[in-house]
Each structure stands twice: as structure tokens, then as C-alpha cells.
């Protein structure tokens, strides 16, 4: 069954920078694209970033643009998410999601990873 | 402020049928299919509906869905107390190059 597990979340200070890591398995990684999606405490879904299943093509929320960078080494099956110029805004949850197809829908989520930005 | 816009709540007895409405726009509901998701209180969000009413294995058939120009519901008939959740819509959205969701609607079985 498909497994999606993120780490490296933790305590950032404002401005500081953070990589999240997502170890995919049960599923061909290498054919399927992939997202990060965040959530805020209390509040809801807000998607992050999109790479297509060969890293040639990237999307990214416009709250994120220029400071969050989405790569992914299909040798390793594994995803990432570079964190810079963090602001409190950014505290949330972020989940490692396997696209669904072409209907741009998210079929696997993982359990996330708990990211602080706060001094 | 969400690009597509839900109730922020819902409710109903066991055995009900509640609809939730996700109304956007063109360039995302209106030209691209809607998806919806259920969040059971402390889990990661699950995909409960994808291509506007379609169910992945697995999903009852008490979860429904559909389309009509730039607005979508999500139905649930036969009410039962494990539905109590919050339930999200998602769609493409043309304009942002990016993935668009509702705010969220926490929907309470009485």
C-alpha cells in the first residue's frame, strides 16, 4: 500500500531555513507527480507546491513563491521542500501528497510533519 | 480568504442527507473537476471524491457528488456519527497555476 512519511520538521526562527524529506513507497514514485500541502493550526488545507514525476515542472502557491524550492530524487524515492526566508505565517503542518491523475486531485497523504517558525 | 468558497459549518441527525455547496469560479471549478476531501478530527486529510463524483475503493456509496458551471456539493445521505468531520472541495485553478481549496466545512452530526 502506498506510504508517504515526511520528516524534518521542527523549531525555525523567523528568516531561518528548513528541508522537509518525504520517503515514498508502495507505488511506482518514479511515474507519479507529487505535492506538499500545509495547514495552520486551526485552519485549513492551504497547497504549497506541485513537481511533475520527472522534476521537469514545478508550481507553487503564491504564498510560497521565490522561498520554498520542491525537488525530488527518484532514485531514492523521496521528495523535499526547501524552506528559506521562514515567517511565522509559515507555522503549519505540511503533508507529503501523491498526486491522483489527471484530474489534478490528491489521492495519498501522509501522516505530515510539524514545522514552527517562531523566536 | 479562500479561492473557493464553503459553509463553515453543517449538521444533521443520523439517517439525514446534508449537502455541502463549494461554489469558485471559471478558471477553476468552471473548467476543471472538483475533488473533496474528509478530515476526521486529528488525521490527515483523506480523498473522498475525485473527477466531481467519482469515489475511490473504499468510500460508501452514502458519499456523492456533482458539478453544475462554477459550483459543486458534496452529499451525504444515511448520516452516521462517524461522518463528523471536516470536509474540504479542490480543484485545478487555471488563473493561479496552482491547486485551490474551500475553507472547510466542520459538519456535526446531532
Known amino acids: 500500500q502506498v506510504q508517504l512519511v515526511e520528516s524534518g520538521g521542527g523549531v525555525v526562527q523567523p528568516g531561518g531555513s528548513l528541508r522537509l524529506s518525504c520517503a515514498a513507497s508502495?507505488?511506482?514514485?518514479?511515474?507519479?507527480?507529487m505535492h506538499w500541502v500545509r495547514q495552520a493550526p486551526g485552519k485549513g488545507l492551504e497547497w504549497v507546491a506541485f513537481i511533475r514525476y520527472d522534476g521537469s515542472k514545478t508550481y507553487y502557491a503564491d504564498s510560497v513563491k521565490g522561498r520554498f524550492t520542491i525537488s525530488r530524487d527518484n532514485s531514492k524515492t523521496m521528495v523535499y521542500v526547501q524552506m528559506n526566508s521562514l515567517r511565522a505565517e509559515d507555522t503549519a503542518v505540511y503533508y507529503c501528497?501523491?498526486?491522483?491523475?489527471?484530474?489534478?486531485?490528491?489521492?495519498?497523504w501522509g501522516q505530515g510533519t510539524l514545522v514552527t517558525v517562531s523566536s | 480568504q479562500s479561492v473557493l468558497t464553503q459553509p463553515p459549518a453543517a449538521s444533521g441527525t443520523p439517517g439525514q442527507r446534508v449537502t455541502i455547496s463549494c461554489s469558485g469560479s471559471r478558471s477553476n471549478i468552471g473548467d476543471n473537476p472538483v475533488s473533496w476531501y474528509q478530515q476526521l478530527p486529528g488525521t490527515a486529510p483523506k480523498l473522498l471524491l475525485y473527477t466531481n463524483n467519482q469515489r475511490p475503493s473504499g468510500v460508501p456509496d452514502r458519499f456523492s457528488g456533482s458539478k453544475s458551471g462554477a459550483s459543486a456539493s458534496l452529499a451525504i445521505s444515511g448520516l452516521q456519527s462517524e461522518d463528523e468531520a471536516d470536509y474540504y472541495c479542490?480543484?485545478?485553478?487555471?488563473?493561479?497555476?496552482?491547486?485551490?481549496f474551500g475553507g472547510g466545512t466542520k459538519l456535526t452530526v446531532l
Open positions: 501528497v501523491k498526486h491522483g491523475g489527471s484530474g489534478w486531485y490528491l489521492d495519498n
Open positions: 479542490a480543484a485545478w485553478d487555471d488563473s493561479l497555476s496552482g491547486v485551490v
Open positions: 508502495g507505488f511506482t514514485f518514479s511515474s507519479n507527480a
